[in-house]
């Protein structure tokens, strides 16, 4: 039976919508937020407030099916030395090679794991290693195409199905609680965790230190991504990576600690 985890990678993400840093609420696209100016220096910052990994996602891409703001994420992933992880938009074979060969070190995929498990299955084969699936889930029914649509989708059955179909790991999301602030779901997160033996890495509702720490109370769970948190305030990034996961703010200068984006 999984441990709980002894820490956390805690990743902060950053999500592009029209060229621009956004944060949605519970999903709504008209709900967005600018949170930053320039994407790829936000980026910049938390690599040096000490993030282990960014998380980025297409908000354009998820709602068209291709993604639309490639030349942001190469800079982005040309200006980090830390590895960038991208979902949104990654409907075929070709995008997913595409991203890769820009040095994206994971590609995350929702709507093709959802609606076309041959598809998915192609890609693992492809890409060992490399592909991710992205769960977002309203009440554990599991939403596709830039969490627009809803399915009849079980997340506890699809966590199963793509870990059969080679899927490296999961990174599930609370539609309800994302932006909110209002904590992480964690009973649906145990009902995720009881029957996925791959990495999950959660997201949505986490507003705060304690949040961050129930998450380790939670065996197999492998990850954090904070979003609303860092860019409210709420939390900061050289805090987070103290009190729940290991990063890199070891190597950094105690000044660093101190920063906020």
């Known amino acids: 039976m999984p ?33 930053a100016a320039d994407p790829v220096q936000q980026a910049e910052i938390w690599a040096t407030q000490g993030a282990p990994r960014l998380h980025v996602v297409d908000l354009d891409g998820a709602k068209s099916g291709d993604p639309v703001n490639l030349p942001i994420i190469a800079d982005i992933v040309r200006k980090l030395a830390i590895p960038v992880q991208v979902g949104g938009g990654i409907r075929s074979l070709e995008r997913a090679r595409q991203l890769l060969d820009l040095g994206v070190d994971r590609v995350i995929v929702g709507t093709v794991a959802a609606e076309d498990p041959d598809l998915l299955e192609a890609m693992t084969q492809a890409f060992p290693g490399r592909i991710w699936v992205g769960i977002d889930a309203r009440q554990g029914q599991v939403s596709t195409r830039g969490w627009l649509s809803t399915t009849p989708l079980r997340a506890t059955d699809l966590v199963q199905r793509v870990e059969a179909q080679g899927a490296a790991g999961i990174i599930y999301t609370d539609i309800g609680r994302d932006g909110t602030l209002a904590g992480p779901n964690l009973e649906q997160l145990r009902q995720v965790l009881a029957v996925s033996r791959l990495p999950v890495i959660a997201s949505g509702g986490i507003g705060s230190l304690t949040d961050l720490l129930a998450l380790l109370s939670l065996p197999g769970l492998a990850g954090a991504i904070l979003g609303k948190a860092l860019y409210s305030g709420a939390i900061s990034l050289p805090e987070a990576l103290r009190a729940v996961g290991p990063g890199r703010w070891q190597d950094l200068p105690p000044e660093t600690g101190s920063l906020w984006a």
Do not use: M
Request: glycine share 6%; hydrophobic share 50%.
């Open 3 to 35: 441990q709980a985890s002894a820490f956390l990678e805690v990743i902060p993400a950053i999500d592009l919508l029209q060229g621009r840093a956004v944060r949605l609420y519970q999903g709504d696209y008209a709900q967005a937020e600018q949170v």
